[in-house]
């Protein structure tokens, strides 16, 4: 059966950087591509981005500018890195796996991440 | 962007009866569309992909149809599990999705 598990700060002050990281298990880290998709207190579901097995990534742009996705398939990890966050980056974030089908199979139970002072 | 638009935002309905959800896309997605369930305090689960193919483990009673910018959701007869949110995601352009609509005990 494969996890995702979300780890990192459950609080960041503003203007500094996210980081998060998500552990798969139970499967290979090929040939899948894995995302972040966050969702504020109440609200819906918004795509960041997604990185292949290969390293091939791909953003929302409407956040490009701030975010970063990076793969390690050795370890089977695949981290985001969200700059100059704002409260309105405060959300519960997901990681997901993409599969060949490009839809979002596996989640994980997702991280809530406070932006606060 | 393609903006997904989802219709009712709330939707009461008895256990047993039918449920029908909406989903419009602002421009063509083809049959790339995907809905999903999310429970409170849970991660969303993927029900329904390529418009109308039930993931793995989806009960019958879920189905899709559409294709273009016109989707739907169907619950043929409401179990108790089935009250939740429910999403629809673009996957033809980038990756959107709908606001949700929330399907409530009546």
């Known amino acids: 059966q494969v996890q995702l598990q979300e780890s990192g700060p459950g609080l960041v002050k503003p203007s500094e950087t996210l980081s998060l990281t998500c552990t798969v298990s139970?499967?290979?880290?090929?040939?899948?591509?894995w995302s972040w998709i966050r969702q504020p207190p109440g609200q819906g579901l918004e795509w960041i981005a997604y990185?292949?097995?290969?390293?091939?990534?791909n953003y929302n742009p409407s956040l490009r500018s701030r975010v970063t996705i990076s793969i390690d398939t050795s370890n089977s990890q695949f981290s985001l890195s969200l700059t100059s966050v704002t409260t309105a980056d405060t959300a519960v974030y997901y990681c997901?796996?993409?599969?060949?089908?490009?839809?979002?199979?596996?989640w994980g139970q997702g991280t809530l991440v406070s932006v606060s002072s | 962007e393609i903006v997904m638009t989802q219709s009712p935002a709330t939707l009461s309905v008895s256990p047993g009866e039918r449920a029908t959800l909406s989903c419009r896309a602002s421009q063509s997605v083809g049959s790339n569309l995907a809905w999903y369930q999310q429970k409170p305090a849970q991660a969303p689960r993927l029900l329904i992909y390529?418009?109308?193919t039930r993931a793995t483990g989806i009960p019958a009673r879920f189905s899709g149809s559409g294709s273009g910018t016109e989707f739907t959701l169907t619950i043929s007869s409401l179990q108790s599990e089935d009250f939740a949110v429910y999403y629809c995601q673009q996957y033809n352009n980038w990756k959107t999705f709908g606001q949700g609509t929330k399907v409530e005990i009546k």
């Open positions: 997901a796996r993409g599969n060949r089908h490009d839809v979002f199979d596996y």
């Open positions: 390529g418009a109308s």
């Open positions: 139970g499967d290979s880290i090929n040939p899948y591509y």
């Open positions: 990185v292949y097995y290969s390293g091939r990534t």
